[in-house]
């Protein structure tokens, strides 16, 4: 257990505001519990924000790139959201109710996502580097 006492934290859905963040086309809003764990996570709510809905799902792509934390989970409430990853064969398409863990520093790319796309993203640390990769790396079976 960490050193440091966690405080209570709280979000109402009634005071939501949706910020710009990593992607052009998504609008993130943090859900207060980096404050209260003292930087150890961060927890988002995350959208296709309305001026880019209706267009090109195929456009709401990222790049192959990597999360330098030790931890990240995503809950799909509402929507759907398709990835390929590092060392897995195949697309993966999530949907509502789906949920995902994507291991430390793994590389992947979301390929495209419904305009309705709200999902929950929960890691940690609270801040961590995204690195754009170039390629995907070889299948360690190669």
């Known amino acids: 257990m960490t050193a440091l006492k966690q405080k209570f934290s709280v979000s109402y859905a009634k005071d939501a505001v949706y910020k710009d963040g ?19 996570y961060r927890a988002h ?5 309305a001026d880019h809905r209706g267009t090109d799902h195929d456009m709401h792509t990222t ?15 509402k929507g ?9 064969e195949g697309e993966f398409t999530f949907r509502a109710g789906d949920c995902f863990l994507q291991p430390p520093g793994i590389v992947h790319n ?9 999902l929950i993203e929960i890691y940690s640390p609270a801040v961590h580097e995204t690195r754009v990769v170039g390629k995907m790396p070889e299948s360690a079976e190669a």
């Open 110 to 118: 979301e390929l495209r996502c419904s305009d309705d796309l709200e």
């Open 45 to 49: 709510v995350i959208r296709v924000k």
């Open 63 to 77: 790049g192959l790139h990597q999360h330098m934390c030790d931890f990240q989970m995503v809950y799909v409430l």
């Open 80 to 88: 759907w959201i398709s990835f390929v990853y590092e060392g897995q």
């Open 22 to 40: 990593l992607r052009e086309f998504l609008e993130y809003r943090d859900l207060g519990i980096a404050d209260a764990t003292h930087g150890q």
